[in-house]
């Protein structure tokens, strides 16, 4: 069976600090990964998606940026983080092309509660 | 582009009372809807989907939703909710050939012994 880690479960950083969420996936090849932000009464927001190993999509400008070294890694960083980063991170895959078969049902990871102080 | 409206924040209910929390999307091709849930401090869970056939789509957790194309809607409904329904409900539509969901900001629902 499939299977999604992400860690940190929680983070404290200070302003300005550097960040690395780390997701993988068990089980599976090829998935499509994902990166959502969910801030306090905003729902989620969809920040990147990756299709293979090495293509992101970015969805809305930032301070962030994602990473995918292997096929089942998928790794979001800050050089720099802002107080407007703090939220609830979290990673999720699905099939690749699962929407043509019906089965793009997105598969959640437990999330990583980032608070920068 | 998709776009999703759940037009409550918030749901109180009371215990083994019914309840609807509703979604409109907006679109003019075919789409796929879901609904997750999410638990407190949790991720998010498949609730249920709508891909075709029959409108009215049953869920885990004694869940259903009834797909209304007229009315571009995918309402959410349970006739009788228990304490460990509290959660946060969010309704996402996506369209074939797009690999992304677009997610509804959310409904809180909370029950009231």
């Known amino acids: 069976s499939q299977t999604i880690h992400q860690w940190p479960a929680t983070l404290v950083q200070p302003v300005g600090s550097p960040l690395s969420l780390e997701c993988t996936v068990e089980g599976t090849s090829n998935p499509n990964l994902y990166w959502y932000r969910q801030a306090a009464g905003r729902g989620l927001q969809l920040l990147f998606y990756?299709?293979?190993?090495?293509?992101i999509s970015s969805e809305v400008p930032q301070n962030l940026s994602a990473s995918r070294p292997q096929d089942r890694q998928f790794i979001l960083s800050s050089k720099k983080l802002l107080l407007s980063d703090s939220g609830f991170y979290l990673c999720?895959?699905?099939?690749?092309?699962?929407?043509?078969?019906?089965?793009?049902?997105?598969?959640f990871g437990a999330g990583s509660r980032l608070t920068v102080l | 582009a998709q776009s999703v409206t759940q037009l409550d924040s918030q749901v109180p209910v009371f215990e083994e009372a019914p309840v609807e929390l509703r979604c409109n999307y907006s679109s003019s091709v075919s789409v796929y809807l879901f609904w997750y849930v999410q638990y407190p401090n949790q991720g998010l869970q498949l609730l249920l989907k709508y891909l075709s056939g029959s409108t009215l789509v049953k869920g885990i957790n004694g869940f259903e939703a009834e797909f209304n194309k007229s009315q571009t809607s995918f309402h959410l409904r349970k006739p009788s909710v228990h304490i460990s329904d509290t959660a946060e409900y969010f309704c996402a539509p996506a369209q074939l050939g797009n690999e992304k969901l677009t997610f509804g900001t959310g409904t809180r629902l909370t029950i009231i012994p």
């Open positions: 990756s299709v293979g190993i090495g293509q």
């Open positions: 999720a895959w699905s099939l690749l092309q699962g929407l043509l078969s019906g089965a793009n049902v997105l598969t």
